[in-house]
């Protein structure tokens, strides 16, 4: 069955890094996110993208995040100078359609220094 | 407002027995709701959805219920086998178009002994 795969599975930063977390999503799906679930707490929605745009973004997604798909596979989340309060897991997800259910991938550890 | 709440953290059901995961929204216009499976490491596997136009939806062992005037929706999963013991996360489907989001609840620990 395809999956949603996200490189890397843990990165550590130093606090002010740049840090670029790497998906491929599902290679027939249109529709890509972002999610974060910081320790003890609920996975929340940062982003989602379609036709090479941002169609939604959340509070967390401030000016420091931004989102590419750089070619016609990959799907990137960059954090420009991260945060302590960065530190989280990070789920890509993709779909084909509304009608369709979100597949996730494993994650990407974030913990920052 | 819009809040999707699992208010029991955790759950413990012998093997075999029904398990019943509840979940609580506070949105009426929410109308999809999907259940999420986690492993430990893993990323949420899908398991099931239902819209506001049923009321049910059964997936083999597992069948979800929505009551829309309570704004309440269930999941249960018959016979529990000790591979279900995982956290379990309710999710309601927000937005429009393609441009959905998911907002999810705080999951609920479940596990399945023999």
Known sequence: EPEVTQTPSHQVTQMGQEVILRCVPISNHLYFYWYRQILGQKVEFLVSFYNNEISEKSEIFDDQFSVERPDGSNFTLKIRSTKLEDSAMYFCASTTDSNQPQHFGDGTRLSIL | ?114
């Open chain 2, 1 to 114: 407002d819009q809040q999707v709440k699992q208010n029991s953290p955790s759950l413990s059901v012998q093997e075999g027995r029904i398990s019943i995961l509840n979940c609580d929204y506070t949105n009426s216009m929410f109308d999809y709701f999907l259940w999420y499976k986690k492993y430990p490491a893993e990323g949420p596997t899908f398991l099931i959805s239902i819209s506001s136009i049923k009321d049910k939806n059964e997936d083999g062992r597992f069948t979800v219920f929505l009551n829309k005037s309570a704004k309440h929706l269930s999941l249960h999963i018959v016979p529990s086998q000790p591979g279900d013991s995982a956290v379990y996360f309710c999710a309601a489907k927000v937005g429009s178009g393609g441009y959905n989001k998911l907002i999810f609840g705080a999951g609920t620990r479940l596990a399945v002994h023999p």
